[in-house]
Each structure stands twice: as structure tokens, then as C-alpha cells.
């Protein structure tokens, strides 16, 4: 069952993309008292950087969105004056192949970078590595038909210990090799300097806190920038 904070995470998105489709030229009037075409430059200006995760990007057991390491990002943006929007797509709970049938319809606008956040759900499962491998290269492949010239980013996940010393090195093999195959920029660990510090993380020692999440956009960070 979809969370209510994740079907208002999905929601936040849909009436986003919806403004931006039923925008367009409008007419203001000036001091002369004559109608002039609204221009739309500055707007058209704005590039969309789409966030596509799970619950680490939706920001599970925040108070707000506000406080997940996207709109964190945004801060950052927003300090140096960049013209790009974060856009939150993280659903609690989705798997790599949610992942891969729910990117389609976010498709629909422009997107000029893209996040991708997700594996973490397939391998706390013990689910099959070569199908997460396949199910993110599939929603990679689709972005891509769609925006060719669109700028990738890939965040690198790894899962616990205690669910076996290969299927530890399998699936941490994943990001490294689609990074490489589609020269995706790699954060190497997403939750790095955050995993297992139970100071960082909420109760259930899987989702970031506050402080956490902090940490998470300064690993994102140095990696995004760059393309901005």
C-alpha cells in the first residue's frame, strides 16, 4: 500500500507537470495602457532536474519535503543563481521495476537532468541483480529516447552485509557498470558517511533524519554541479 505522504509526494508531481502543460503566452498591459505579449524567456529558461528515487528521495518520516536532500539541492541552486528546478519523484517503497513502468508518464515534460535513485527496495528483498541491472537500464534507455540530450546521474547504492558476502559484490557492481555503459555521472554511495550511524537515521535505522539528509545532498553535490 502507496503511503499517504508517497501518494502526496506523486500528487505534488502531477499538479506540477499539469501548470507547466497549461502554461503559455498571455497578454499584460503596459503604462501606455496597450496590451503586450506576456514574455516567457525567463521561464523557458528554467531547466527541469527530475529526482526519480524511493524513499530517500521522497523523504520518508520528515516533517516536510522540504527537508529530503532534492530540495536540499535546490538550496544550492537557488544560492548560486542557477537556472534549474528540482523536481521531487521519489514514491516510498518502489522498486526498480515500479521504477521502470512509473517513469513514463513523467516523461511527458521536459527533463534536462536526470537523478535516478533506486535499487535500494530490489536488494533489502535479496531480489535478483541482473533484474535490477535490467530494470534501471530500462528506465535509463527510456529517458533517453525521450530526451537525448538529457544529462544522467546515478546514484550508487549498496546493500547490508548480512545478506551474503557475493550478493554484497553483485549488486554493488550495478552502478559502476551502468555509469559506465551510458557515461552516467556516479555518486559512488548515496548514503555514504550516513549508513549504520544511528544518530543519522530515524528509528527504523534505514531512513535518513534531518541531519542525514543533509549529508546525502553533500554527496550528490559535488557530482551534479558540474553538469549545471
Request: charged letters at 15%.
Amino acid at each position: 500500500m502507496i503511503k499517504l505522504t508517497s501518494y502526496l509526494n506523486l500528487l505534488v508531481v502531477a499538479l506540477f507537470f499539469t501548470s507547466c502543460n497549461s502554461g503559455g503566452s498571455g497578454t499584460t498591459t503596459n503604462s501606455d495602457g496597450n496590451n503586450t505579449t506576456d514574455s516567457t524567456s525567463k521561464e523557458s529558461a528554467i531547466k527541469n532536474i527530475l529526482f526519480f528515487g524511493n524513499s530517500l528521495t521522497a523523504g520518508y518520516g520528515l516533517e516536510t519535503q522540504e527537508e529530503a536532500f532534492p530540495a536540499l539541492i535546490q538550496q544550492k541552486i537557488d544560492s548560486l543563481k542557477l537556472p534549474y528546478q528540482c523536481i521531487n519523484a521519489g514514491l516510498s517503497g518502489e522498486t526498480s521495476a515500479g521504477g521502470n513502468e512509473r517513469i513514463d508518464w513523467l516523461l511527458k515534460q521536459p527533463i534536462d537532468v536526470f537523478v535516478l535513485e533506486l535499487g535500494a527496495n530490489d536488494g533489502l528483498r535479496g531480489l535478483s541483480v541482473n533484474s535490477t541491472y535490467e530494470n534501471l537500464k530500462g528506465i535509463i534507455d527510456k529517458v533517453l529516447a525521450a530526451y537525448p540530450d538529457c544529462k544522467l546521474v546515478l546514484a550508487g547504492m549498496k546493500v547490508p552485509p548480512n545478506m551474503g558476502n557475493q550478493y554484497f559484490k553483485d549488486f554493488e557492481t550495478i552502478y559502476p557498470r551502468l555509469a559506465e555503459e551510458y557515461n552516467m555521472a556516479l555518486v559512488p554511495f548515496l548514503l555514504e558517511n550516513v549508513a549504520g550511524l544511528a544518530n543519522l537515521n530515524q528509528e527504523d535505522g534505514v531512513h535518513p533524519t534531518t541531519e542525514g539528509q543533509i549529508i546525502l545532498a553533500d554527496n550528490v553535490w559535488p557530482v551534479l554541479q558540474p553538469l549545471l
